[in-house]
């Protein structure tokens, strides 16, 4: 890990906590950590040259061209070279360093996670702010959540329950609709049977009217004969037929035809 993955890596760090701590205090605490880290880069002295790959920076007037400007080249160098060109390796405090530098790698490693073991330590200033900074955040963020499902869970309840009601009303009124289909039939039935009884009414009174009609017919050819003596063994229809023949009346039918009766 070389300076530029390690300052990366507290820049991570720092943007981890910056949404618990307070500007004025994150400032503070980047400020002290850069100092650290600066003496502790500083106290690390300077990186392991090796013939290997190194770092050259060329001062004022070098390859780049503009006054009073550096830049730092990767080109890989032997120890003859570094005499012929008698090009000047100096040590910055810019993040740039050897990847072979393992000293100085370890040296800001151990640093950094001692400050920051320091920082998280349980007895330390910083963590009873930045628990009760955590758990505020942790609350704000649990109430936005629930305020943006909240309105949703409302309306799928509604939902459901409102599908519920009504497959159990449904439910319930199924039979009473069958109930009433049935109640329509048979009022169909009755008003067809009331309306059959009066047809039939009428078709009675008609029938009665007529029978009246020829029993008042048949009163005006009868022949009642009253006051008659009754005698012993008498013949009755014999009586009949004398008065037939005495007043030239042809009679109807035949002689069975006649009824006869005494009060």
């Given amino acids: 890990m070389n300076c530029s993955q390690v300052f990366f890596f507290v820049f991570v760090c720092v943007l981890a906590f910056s949404s618990a701590v307070p500007r004025w205090s994150l400032f503070k605490e980047v400020e002290k950590w850069g100092h650290k880290i600066r003496d502790s880069v500083l ?91 955590l758990r505020e955040e942790v609350k704000t963020m649990i109430k936005s959540e629930i305020n943006l499902v909240l ?60 029978l009246i009609t020829l029993e008042k017919i048949s009163r005006d050819n009868n022949l009642e004969v009253q006051n008659v003596p009754e005698k012993k063994n008498e013949n009755v229809q014999a009586i009949f037929l004398t008065l037939y023949r005495t007043f030239s009346i042809n009679p109807f039918g035949s002689v069975a035809d006649l009824q006869i009766c005494r009060p």
């Fill in 151 to 210: 309105p949703i869970l409302k309306e799928e309840l509604l939902d459901t329950l409102k599908n519920e009601f009504t497959e159990s009303t449904d439910f319930l009124n199924h039979p009473q609709c069958d109930l009433k289909k049935i109640i329509s039939d048979k009022n169909e039935i009755i008003k067809n049977l009331e309306f059959e009884q009066s047809r039939l009414k009428s078709e009675c009174n008609e029938i009665q009217n007529r």
């Fill in 43 to 133: 106290n690390a002295g300077p990186p392991v040259v090796s013939a290997g790959k190194i770092s050259k920076v060329y001062k004022e007037g070098g390859k780049s061209g503009k006054k009073g400007s550096s830049y730092i080249s990767e080109t890989p160098v032997v120890e003859g070279d570094i005499n012929k060109n008698k090009t000047e390796f100096t040590y910055d405090n810019s993040p740039q360093c050897s990847p072979r530098g393992t000293t100085l790698n370890e040296s800001l490693l151990n640093n950094i996670s001692s400050l920051i073991d320091t920082k998280l330590a349980p007895d330390s200033k910083f963590m009873p702010n930045l628990k009760s900074l």
